[in-house]
């Protein structure tokens, strides 16, 4: 590998290429920004490529929180066959599924077609800051050796804010990890026969969650928009009669909270699996994250093994993928200008939306919680954007997270066109654009 310095200036440089990365680096571009993302990935699309069900883009009682990029995503998703739906998960929320396979290419299409430049197998090495906090850009390390990125405005959506954490007073320290943390990784299943899982679903309710979501008032309720819905979406908890053998001390699966299903792609009859997760010490090397494959791997094997005894409808059904990623749950959030709880009050304009897992409620996104504490020319989008914890699991809903990705892109266009700095812009300014560009900021039925 060289060590060759190769410079490159860009307006707005987006860091990591999630759904907040991607939803941000194409808004910018499509609003006049020359934009470049990096990602040491191999490819677009984050955690979006497990097929986990989006959340925080439809609230609990139906009405749309999220549009613009999303929008774009979806009807991307439909062109290549991976058909979108919009269906109740039984448990707390609704959700949209879609495939991860028809995204990737999606997103591919979204993201060059704009006019971004695209630097993939590059990950962030040093953050280029003066000594007034102010973040210049980024010295990126690739194959062809270390790069440094100028960038007017930079958007940190790396999901473990890994330009934001290099500041000082930029993170808030309850997100510093504790003594152990959780690590999962998902798996997608094909050939499975729906109907068969459906109609067991139906006659032992006791061992789905069937009733949390709000606007069911019994199990009959339910059960009939269940059939109704035809799409294999189900959470299978710990204390159900079919897991609480298998799960806890003693058990095959001791470490699982639950299985979570969802579908990905009716044409290859195939759905997205939650369950493989292990507790590991907060350790953070390398070394350490990346033993964690091997238990998670032969947690996955026990796990289809135990589906394809237990549940009607998996005695076809094959391994498809696993995903791309381990995810860590927990981690380090940024310290913004301001800090969401749920209790802040959406005085100030409102550039997102999202929707509380724990009480249904949609709440308003303040700029200032993308904005970092003490620097400038630095935004934060995405999953890691300051949050307190009890607005965390809202917040970083894949939704959620272009949502944020979106109104820091368009914030990082305007703000690298006007060469003012970002907390001179005018928020209602950018919420009135992003809503002339689809976005959701007052939620519509
Ligand atoms: C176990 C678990 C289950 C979840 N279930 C759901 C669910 O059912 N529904 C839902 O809506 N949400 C769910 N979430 C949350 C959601 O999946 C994530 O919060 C969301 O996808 C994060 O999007 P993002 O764009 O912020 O980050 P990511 O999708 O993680 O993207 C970050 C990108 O940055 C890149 N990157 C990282 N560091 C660097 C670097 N230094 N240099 C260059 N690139 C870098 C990575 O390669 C990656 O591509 C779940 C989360 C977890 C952990």
Not at 355 to 365: H, N, Q
Request: glycine share 12%.
């Amino acid at each position: 590998m060289g060590n060759a310095i190769w410079d490159i200036d860009t307006d707005v440089l987006v860091v990591g290429g999630g759904a907040a990365g991607v939803s941000a680096a194409v808004t910018a571009a499509r609003n006049g920004a020359r934009v470049t993302i990096v990602d040491g990935a191999p490819m677009l699309g984050g955690e979006l490529l497990t097929g986990r069900p989006v959340d925080g883009a439809i609230a609990l009682d139906g009405r749309r929180i999220l549009g613009g990029f999303a929008d774009d995503l979806l009807r991307g998703c439909e062109k290549f066959d991976g058909r979108s739906a919009v269906v109740c998960d039984f448990d707390r929320r609704n959700v949209i599924c879609m495939d991860p396979e028809a995204a990737k290419l999606a997103l591919t299409e979204l993201v060059f077609g704009s006019g971004v430049s695209v630097l993939m197998y590059t990950a962030v090495d040093q953050v280029v800051k003066d000594d007034e906090g102010r973040v210049h850009g980024v010295i990126v390390r690739n194959k062809r050796g270390r790069s440094l990125i100028r960038a007017k405005v930079t958007i940190d959506a790396s999901a473990e804010g890994d330009v934001f954490t290099t500041l000082s007073n930029a993170v808030q320290e309850d997100g510093v990890y504790a003594d152990t943390r959780k690590v999962d990784l998902t798996m997608r299943m094909s050939g499975i026969d729906a109907g068969a899982l459906l109609a067991r679903a139906s006659e032992t309710p006791s061992n789905f969650s069937l009733l949390r979501h709000t606007r069911f008032s019994d199990r009959s309720d339910a059960l009939s928009k269940f059939r109704e819905q035809g799409v294999p979406i189900l959470k299978v908890p710990r204390e159900s009669p079919l897991l609480s053998g298998a799960m806890g001390p003693g058990g095959r699966l001791p470490d699982l909270e639950a299985i979570e299903i969802a579908p990905t792609s009716a044409l290859r009859r195939e759905i997205y699996v939650r369950a493989a997760n292990v507790q590991v010490p907060a350790d953070r090397t390398v070394e350490a994250a990346s033993d964690n494959y091997t238990g998670l791997h032969a947690q996955i094997e026990t796990i289809i093994a135990f589906l394809r005894e237990s549940l009607p409808g998996f005695s076809e059904a094959g391994l498809a993928a696993v995903a791309p990623q381990v995810e860590f749950s927990g981690g380090r959030y940024a310290k913004g200008d301001v800090v969401m709880d749920t209790a802040t009050d959406a005085g100030a304009p409102v550039i997102a939306l999202g929707c509380g897992v724990a009480d249904a409620e949609i709440f308003g996104i303040p700029f200032g919680s993308l904005l970092v504490n003490g620097t400038d020319c630095l935004l934060v989008a995405g999953s890691r954007i300051s949050a307190a914890q009890s607005r965390r699991a809202d917040t970083r809903a894949v939704g959620t997270c272009m949502a944020t990705g979106q109104a820091a892109g368009l914030a990082a266009a305007m703000t690298a066109e006007s060469g003012g700095s970002l907390r001179s812009l005018d928020a209602h300014a950018l919420r009135k654009r992003l809503m002339d560009q689809g976005g959701v900021l007052e939620a519509t039925s």
